[in-house]
């Protein structure tokens, strides 16, 4: 082929080239920042300017499109290049702080990236601790550019994390020790795990058999040797920086082992530290509940607190909860008689893409954004989202999804939503709120050089969760100036003037900032937390009858027989009734308790360990035979069972779980059951002897709570919880939410 040939005849003819050859993947634009930008993040002085490999691609288009959108989606730039012959860079100067996506085109031929903008900062890591900074970011191990991620944390004054104690980070040796001397950053040290030659086999058994039954989970759901394993704790000691003083014990233990084993740990390794470090920062990771039955309380009656001064609190769901985290604060303070530092060493929230966990990347960012405002005006010490990266694994499992930057490195929203809100607030002391009615967040602070910031968002549970559906609400302010700067979720800024001394705002689920007031606006300001800032509908607890059965059902599968017991629908909105669905049905007789479950399900499949049941296909049935009306946490007469049509060994399994915390469980003995398929799915009929609920005794009038959940999980998908559709404040972890059923005789 000659230089005379037509240029759209080269183009098929190196099209079909690549074809043949295997390289039509490589038809794709590769978008690279110019310099070295770590994780496409720039300082707002730093011009954008990226470098387009067109390696590969062959297009007869004559010119190129660079597209720059801001986080809502805006074009802020756009860039046209003619007659592009190779490589080529685009130019968009300093577009302000922000989030950004990059689009080019060429012809056929695209490439994406994303970005992000903001001020850097540059403190010491004592600097950070000596002025009360607190926001960081939890590390994740999985992170391929660890150094360069570090720096970025660094750049956006990002400078807590959350680490364990000996934390090897990479094939290349990035290390605990490389992350806290080579930058200055600060960490929770997770105490956490041990030695293989430390599992204490007189207690547990052979490491073999342990293995076998939980799946290798000794490393975190016993306690080692006593002796061996202090003397391993202060040689991990060593190790650390002598300036890295806050240390955690453990990772949410509540799902691990009881509180009395926890507390005796708690003990060996606090016994250690305050000997080697005398003035550590040191506690348990608790769940931040207060009730007489919680896991906390029975923590610190065991002893489990005693000389320690921190607590570490993972509050996904009620981060903006900021009454319950203040009456934490006093309810620990009383059960120890002095005041415990808070550190958030989780938090947080996902972009799950597909599944009922959905939810975009936008939401996730305004909610860690709300959270870690609400948690920094509580006074906590240190706050890490969960977490750096994220696997992408399956994108209808959350837990997939968590990350602040994508499976590629690149920013999220939530990143720069998060450095934004340090930006604004970190270091800050908080002043009171102000009220504009239900519904409506307004918080002030006071920055360090005496600016005064009001954040406000509007919110409203009552909405489904979709992006349309986001509240927005209007309000008057009375600014006390003749304007004020408006800065948005991620840092932009704008000025708005006020019209006859008013300003007109429609707010949404995304905070603002907004500066440059007079002190006018905040009069009436207050620490107190008012109840009907978010107002909550009353729902009342369910109740069910519970029918008393003449004749006892048959075991096998059918379940027309059940006709007289009370039948419960169990759904849930987002899972398609085909892949999970069912009904239950309960009853009694003088001998038993009647359960049943008949399930549509499109893959019967629970090869999980005992521990871990509720995660496959299955039921856990939840009893109280002394149902109470308030304080959470199980007590001596609350029961949870699991009832699976199969496990890892093939048999289906009904047990009772005797340790909740340790994941032990004893099978039934005495139970009626079928446990195993049927033709539309699975089915479950087991009758409970009653002296498996201490005997209780049945008679007319008596009451019980009783609920349950239905999990689903397929090869597709991780696990789907689907509850009752008559119980809409159920709580797994509370039976004062648990449906209350009254025994009846039959009809």
Sequence with gaps: MNATTPLKLKTLFTLALMLINGWAAAANLKIRPGGHNPNHLFD???????????????????????????????????????????????????????????????????????????????RTAKEVRDGGYVFGLKWWGGIKHKAEFEQSMVNLGLQWTRIIQNEGMNRGGFTIVNMLEDYPMNAVIKVERYPRELYDAERYGPIEEYES??????????LPQKEPYQEYLREMLKTIPEDQNVFEIWNEAWNKMNAEDFAELCGWIAEVILAERPHAVIGPNLTGDTGEFEYDNRVIEAGGMKGMNMVALHPYDMAQNRIELREYQAWIKEKLGHDVEIHITEYGSHSCPEGPMQRSEMEQARIVVRDGICLYSGGVKSLAPHWVGQSENN?????????????????????????????MIDGSEYLGDLWFGPKIAAIVFEQKDGEQVLILWARDSSLPGKEENRTRMDITLSP???????????????????????????????????????????AGMSKELREDRWPVEEVPRNQRPLPRLADGPVFDGEFSDWESAIEVSMVNAKVMGSDASGSVYLAWDESHLYFAANVRDNEMMNNMTSKTLYRGDGIELFVSTKPREEGGGFGPDDYQFFITPTSKSGEGVIAWVTDREGGVIQHLEGAKTF?????????????????ALKDFKPEAGKQLAIDMRLND???????????????????????????????????
Excluded at 213 to 222: D, E, M, Y
Excluded at 676 to 682: C, I, Q, R, Y
């Design 395 to 423: 994108p209808t499992y959350h837990e997939d999804w968590f990350g602040f930057i994508r499976k590629n490195e690149q920013p999220k929203p939530v990143l720069m939503a998060h450095a934004n809100a340090a930006r």
């Design 675 to 691: 446990l195993g398929k049927t033709g539309m799915g699975w089915g479950l009929e087991v009758a409970i002897p009653w002296s």
């Design 213 to 222: 039954k939980f799946r290798g989970a000794w490393v975190i759901n016993n």
């Design 713 to 747: 999980a397929d090869q597709a998908h991780k696990r789907f919880k689907l509850d009752p559709s008559d119980s809409p404040k159920f709580s797994v972890f509370d039976p004062t939410t648990w449906s209350l059923m009254t025994l009846e005789d039959s009809p």
């Design 480 to 522: 006390d100036a003749s304007g004020i700067v408006l800065t948005d979720i991620m840092g932009t800024e704008k000025f708005l003037k006020a019209e006859e001394g008013k300003i007109q705002l429609t707010l949404d689920e995304s905070p603002v900032y907004l500066t440059g007031f007079g002190p006018g606006l905040l």
């Design 44 to 122: 707002v002085t730093t011009p954008l300017r990226f470098e387009v490999l067109t390696t590969g691609v062959v297009s007869d288009e004559s010119e190129a499109v660079a597209v720059l959108r801001n986080a809502f989606g805006e074009e802020v730039k756009t860039q046209t290049i003619q007659n592009p012959t190779g490589d080529f860079w685009v130019d968009f100067g300093t577009p302000g702080r922000g989030y950004y996506e990059l689009d080019v085109t060429w012809g056929s031929a695209s490439g994406h990236c994303s970005l992000g903008v903001m001020e850097f900062v540059n």
